[in-house]
Nanobody, 121 residues
Framework: QVQLAESGGGLVQPGGSLRLSCAAS????????MTWYRQAPGKPRELVAT????????YADSVKGRFTISEINDADNTAYLQMNSLKPEDMAVYYC??????????????WGQGTLVTVSS
């Protein structure tokens, strides 16, 4: 069974920075993509950034130039979302999502528990 552990959320002032991490653990699995989503109160969940196993990133227009997703570290299946120039509208619960393949159960999709990012002065 694959599990995700997220960390790095917190309170930051507008213009500040945070770095989120997502680590996938388990056995006999490979990751296709690692993706960050976010959900603000009263709004639908939206894709923020994704990174493929081959290191190709993609970003929502709203975060391009401000957020950077790292490549997935093969040693510990961890990727980071560096968030700079944070705005109040970035405030949300951020969720890590992984899809891939498990040698025991086949195609897998896993969500993290979410980490809260608060942007406020």
């Amino acid at each position: 069974q694959v599990q995700l552990a997220e960390s790095g959320g917190g309170l930051v002032q507008p213009g500040g920075s945070l770095r989120l991490s997502c680590a996938a653990s388990g056995s006999l699995f490979s990751i296709y993509n690692m993706t960050w989503y976010r959900q603000a109160p009263g709004k639908p969940r939206e894709l923020v950034a994704t990174i493929t196993a081959t290191g190709s990133p993609n970003y929502a227009d709203s975060v391009k130039g401000r957020f950077t997703i790292s490549e997935i570290n093969d040693a510990d299946n961890t990727a980071y979302l560096q968030m700079n120039s944070l705005k109040p509208e970035d405030m949300a619960v951020y969720y890590c999502y992984v899809n891939g393949w498990s040698m025991t159960t086949g195609y897998l999709e896993v969500w993290g528990q979410g980490t809260l990012v608060t942007v406020s002065s």
